[in-house]
């Protein structure tokens, strides 16, 4: 522990690196769950997808054209052939099995059940072209080709079959699969649903009016952003006033569905500090770490959920979720896409002072070069593509310098998160 002393008072500071071990040892992860399977996209299976069914389940046709028994058509000395139409077969069920008899033919539509003893379907191009009345109109074939032109049923999948294997990361081609096969939903893993909340009397949500001196939850708008770019799927409970109450409650209903719970806010060393007050009977700890920003945090579990807590500040909130709870829901994920790309920066500008503690601060890269943005006003964060960081020093590190610099433009994950 690194220590320094405020108007004559010990205080104690964990390291980023002692901060995220005791946040690694919470044991963040994400059980086997079932998901829609148009949510499923990019995740990995965690079962077989075995066909209950045949796929197709009937012999049907492949083109819209006439179903007839090979032997009425096949040689030269049959062609042209005249042949009766005796009934007509559409997609979309037929209220009887359809039977050929020799000399016969079925009118047979793309996708609609081949009648029982046609071994072919000649395309409606090789014929005298469709008739209206059945059982009494011909129609004459005058070309066959060497396709039967019948999709054969369970030509894709026999019952018991493997569709899709567990392991795999799924694509929407099998999402189409999926449906094929009747199924609504399938068991994925690795992917964390994370309960977001932002505390404040002052914070309202995007979209109403604000009074004098409330402002808009910008907090959960970024945190919940990212996450469901990486690919983690979130509950965001709306943000709660500075009540003890209502936050034990807002604080429970995310515990009951989420993997882990990140709040902003209400955890500084103020006498109305809603998360800690919330939190005094609940295995959560609070600390300052050694940061700048970010001094401030918490982690521990919430009704046995693990938890962390950040400040809420929106520039202190995302710097420290980029150093606190993003690395670990990358990891839940194994999705080495989400991950950060760390490039070596040349910082020019004005010196940077003194500081005991690292500091992590937004900044633009522009090429090889970048700058800090030394504001922590909401302002910065709209022209900010990276945190740069800068390490502890006894003097100032002068005009420019190398850092390392986390790009803020990762790519996302092969499967989006999605809000639940």
């Given at each position: 522990m690194m220590s320094t002393t405020?108007?004559?008072?010990?205080?104690?500071?964990?390291?980023?690196?002692?901060?995220?071990?005791?946040?690694?040892?919470?044991?963040?992860?994400?059980?086997?769950?079932?998901?829609?399977?148009?949510?499923?996209?990019?995740?990995?299976?965690?079962?077989?997808?075995?066909?209950?069914?045949?796929?197709?389940?009937?012999?049907?046709?492949?083109?819209?054209?006439?179903?007839?028994?090979?032997?009425?058509?096949?040689?030269?000395?049959?062609l042209?052939?005249?042949?009766?139409?005796?009934a007509r077969s559409v997609a979309g069920g037929q209220p009887a099995p359809l039977h050929l008899h020799p000399g016969e033919s079925v009118q047979v539509m793309t996708g609609a059940a081949v009648p029982y003893g046609a071994d072919m379907v000649i395309p409606v191009e090789g014929t005298s072209g469709f008739v209206e009345t059945f059982g009494i109109e011909e129609v004459t074939i005058h070309s066959v080709g060497s396709k039967s032109n019948i999709r054969s049923r369970a030509s894709d999948f026999e019952v018991g079959d493997v569709a899709v294997r567990a392991g795999t990361s799924v694509t929407p081609a099998q999402v189409g699969v999926l449906a094929a096969l009747g199924r609504t939903h399938v068991l994925i893993e690795s992917a964390p649903i994370v309960a977001v909340l932002s505390t404040g009397s002052e914070v309202r949500p995007v979209g109403t009016e604000l009074a004098r001196g409330e402002c808009y939850d910008a907090n959960s708008a970024m945190i919940v952003a990212d996450l469901l770019r990486c690919g983690a799927d979130v509950h965001l409970e709306p943000a709660v006033a500075d009540d003890v109450d209502e936050c034990r409650a807002a604080l429970a209903r995310c515990a009951a569905v989420a993997d882990l719970v990140v709040t902003t806010g209400g955890i500084s060393a103020g006498t109305e500090e809603v998360i800690r007050l919330a939190l005094a009977d609940q295995d959560?700890?609070?600390?300052?770490?050694?940061?700048?920003?970010?001094?401030?945090?918490?982690?521990?579990?919430?009704?046995?959920?693990?938890?962390?807590?950040?400040?809420?500040?929106?520039?202190?909130?995302?710097?420290?979720?980029?150093?606190?709870?993003?690395?670990?829901?990358?990891?839940?994920?194994?999705?080495?896409?989400?991950?950060?790309?760390?490039?070596?920066?040349?910082?020019?500008?004005?010196?940077?002072?003194?500081?005991?503690?690292?500091?992590?601060?937004?900044?633009?890269?522009?090429?090889?070069?970048?700058?800090?943005?030394?504001?922590?006003?909401?302002?910065?964060?709209?022209?900010?593509?990276?945190?740069?960081?800068?390490?502890?020093?006894?003097?100032?590190l002068g005009p420019s310098g190398e850092y390392p610099a986390w790009m803020l433009d990762s790519l996302a994950s092969s499967r989006r998160g999605t809000c639940i």
């Open positions: 405020v108007d004559s008072v010990q205080v104690h500071l964990r390291t980023v690196d002692q901060h995220r071990c005791a946040i690694r040892k919470l044991g963040v992860s994400a059980s086997v769950r079932s998901v829609p399977i148009g949510n499923a996209v990019g995740a990995t299976l965690a079962e077989d997808v075995v066909a209950d069914h045949a796929l197709p389940a009937f012999d049907n046709s492949a083109v819209d054209g006439f179903a007839v028994r090979a032997a009425d058509v096949i040689g030269p000395e049959h042209p052939v005249r042949l009766l139409v005796s959560v700890e609070f600390v300052s770490v050694a940061v700048k920003p970010g001094k401030p945090q918490g982690c521990g579990k919430v009704e046995g959920t693990p938890i962390v807590c950040l400040p809420g500040n929106p520039v202190s909130a995302l710097i420290s979720y980029e150093l606190f709870v993003r690395p670990i829901i990358v990891a839940a994920l194994r999705n080495p896409r989400a991950e950060r790309t760390i490039r070596t920066v040349r910082v020019a500008g004005e010196a940077v002072s003194a500081s005991p503690v690292p500091r992590v601060m937004l900044g633009i890269v522009d090429g090889e070069g970048a700058r800090i943005i030394r504001s922590h006003s909401v302002g910065a964060l709209a022209d900010a593509n990276c945190v740069i960081v800068i390490p502890p020093s006894d003097g100032d």
